[in-house]
């Protein structure tokens, strides 16, 4: 089945504790993103990959890392995370530029 | 810069009413693209259409339409005879093509139909 993977998928971790959030997607997609979503503000893009070692800015990156070292895989890291970071983040991929996304399930992070 | 607008934050209707949800966008590019996405109260995100600059024909897909107007840079989706199973959040989203390689894609802030039986 075609499909995005993320986990953990609810996380609830302390300000200052670096994290991973693992993104994996088995159709070969070139393109992958980051989104965190919360209430009022709607989706916004953090990173985005194009290859594998390419991978560039969203909108709001302040805070996070991300790595292409596999087409398959994009990890969203959070190196010393902080209670504003608490959202829920969607990993998604694209087969080609500017075409749909598939997003995953989404992973719900709680910051204390 | 990029920026979509859904100014309708949400909307009630009552099962079998036509509903339209509105998406304004702005952009300096000529060459973009637009996109609507559902968001189910399950929480997963689902892709519905993408309609680039060049196309300007309205389309449809079985009860849904979206009416795309380049000369009012909007990008509005109807629902006729709406279903309970329409409930969702609604987003539009605008990718600028002449970044280059650029994948930014902005999202409005979405329209949250509720549809009542």
């Known amino acids: 089945e075609a499909q995005v993977t993320q986990n953990p998928r609810y996380l609830i971790t302390v300000t200052g504790k670096k994290l991973t959030v693992t993104c994996s997607q088995n159709?070969?997609?070139?393109?992958m993103s980051w989104y965190r979503q919360d209430p009022g503000l709607g989706l916004r893009q953090i990173y985005y990959?194009?290859?594998?070692?390419?991978?560039d800015k969203g909108d709001v990156p302040e805070g996070y890392k991300v790595s292409r070292k596999e087409k398959r895989n994009f990890p969203l890291i959070l190196e010393s995370p902080s209670p504003n970071q608490t959202s829920l983040y969607f990993c998604?991929?694209?087969?080609?530029?500017?075409?749909?996304?598939?997003f995953g399930p989404g992973t719900r992070l709680l910051v204390l | 810069a990029q920026k979509v607008t859904q100014a309708q934050t949400e909307i009630s209707v009552v099962e079998k009413e036509d509903v339209t949800l509105d998406c304004v966008y702005e952009t300096r590019d000529t060459t973009y693209y637009l996109f609507w996405y559902k968001q189910p109260p399950s929480g997963e995100l689902v892709f519905l259409i993408r309609r680039n600059s060049f196309d300007e024909q309205n389309e449809i897909s079985g009860r849904y339409s979206w009416n795309f107007q380049k000369s009012t840079s909007s990008f509005n989706f109807t629902i006729t005879a709406s279903q309970v199973v329409d409930s969702a959040v609604y987003f539009c989203?605008?990718?600028?093509?002449?970044?280059?390689?650029?994948?930014?894609?902005?999202f409005g802030k979405g329209t949250k139909l509720t549809v009542n039986p």
């Open positions: 159709m070969n997609h070139e393109y």
């Open positions: 998604a991929s694209s087969a080609r530029r500017r075409s749909a996304q598939y």
């Open positions: 990959s194009m290859n594998v070692e390419v991978t």
């Open positions: 989203a605008l990718s600028e093509a002449s970044q280059g390689g650029s994948e930014k894609l902005v």
